[in-house]
């Protein structure tokens, strides 16, 4: 029990930081560590990561809607674009045969991260707002487009794919990115988790409340700090975690 609460504490920790700081799905983390170190199936250690997710996601956008740092009228557009084209390339992808795109989160994960230190996102929200709503609805629907099928298709990267988009492609300044990343995954962990657990039934139920806390109480330390943090101070952090949290995978899963 002690060891599995300290892997799953551990687990917390990575996908807590990674959700606060830059809106990263908890499954990134919590699922290659619940596999490796508890021989956990694949199939629920993501449901149990996605669970995770939920709470600290929502409590997460909650901290970053606080500070005006969530654009949710837009936010609402991609999530339901993104939640529908999910089902589309899960559709298409159950007909191609499989390929090895495990690596695909994790290598998005550390490049983003590398990026975020070498190039941080300094958009004001003055240059933000200054895009005209109908615009900003389309491009919200686009990627959202782009985002639902290559997570759909893949079975990875939302969360790192939405904060990509937001901040290269719509222009978001990173706090309102990574408020409104973690306003929608929230709705998307959600729904996944529903279904693991329906489809693959009940999971570990110690490993499930030992995650959700652990990844909760680490998502709010890190939202509360990125809102009160300096643009640049907080491109630092988000770029560190990231890069930290995808070595720390690729190592975890091929060393």
Known sequence: MLYEFLICFIAGIGAGLGTGFAGMSAAAVISPMLITFLHIPAYQ???????????????????????????????????????????????VSSLVPSHAMGSFSVCMTLLLGIKFIVRPVMTTKEAMEGV????????????????????????AGGGMMMLLMLTSVLGYELKTAVGTSVFIMAFTAFTGAVSHFAIGGAPDWWCLIFCVLSTLLWARIAAKFANK???????????????????AILAVNYL
């Open 132 to 155: 005209s709503p109908k615009k900003r609805f389309i491009q919200s629907v686009l990627c959202g487009i782009l985002i639902g099928f290559i997570c759909g298709f893949v079975g």
């Open 229 to 247: 943090t300096s643009p640049l101070i907080l491109n630092r952090a988000t770029g560190v975690v990231l890069t930290v949290l995808g070595a």
């Open 45 to 91: 250690a993501v449901g149990i990561a996605l669970a995770s997710d939920v709470l600290a996601s929502a409590v997460s956008a909650y901290t970053y809607g606080k500070h005006k740092n969530l654009d949710i009228k837009n936010g609402i557009v991609m999530m339901v674009t993104v939640l529908l084209f999910t089902l589309f390339g899960s559709w």
